[in-house]
């Protein structure tokens, strides 16, 4: 059974940065394309960045862009996202989850890590 746990969420001053970790367990890591989401407050969960199974497939939404970058650490099965230049607006519960390549939907959600970003 898939599960993805994420942590690394705090409370910070906008422009700080943070490291955000994911750990997987119960399928094969490498297989799976993985997907940074958040949540802000009364909002829609949205994704914010994804990578495939090589490192250089990665993607990140315009709202991010030269801010957050995303990978992953294949022989640790975690996934990072990396949060530099916060901004008030990053404020949310972010989660990560996992989809198959040739999948649409993601699955294994975790309970999420709080980042609350302070201006």
């Known amino acids: 059974q898939m599960q993805l746990a994420e942590s690394g969420g705090a409370l910070v001053q906008a422009g700080d940065s943070l490291r955000l970790s994911c750990v997987a367990s119960?399928?094969?890591?490498?297989?799976?394309?993985y997907g940074w989401f958040r949540q802000a407050p009364g909002k829609e969960r949205v994704v914010v960045a994804s990578i495939a199974w090589g490192p250089t497939s990665s993607w990140v939404a315009d709202s991010v862009e030269g801010r957050f970058t995303i990978s992953r650490d294949n022989r640790k099965n975690t996934v990072y996202l990396q949060m530099n230049s916060l901004k008030a607006e990053d404020t949310g519960v972010y989660y990560c989850?996992?989809?198959?390549?040739?999948?649409?939907?993601?699955?294994?959600w975790g309970q999420g890590t709080q980042v609350t970003v302070s201006s």
């Open positions: 119960g399928h094969s890591f490498s297989s799976y394309t």
């Open positions: 989850a996992a989809r198959f390549p040739t999948s649409s939907q993601y699955s294994g």
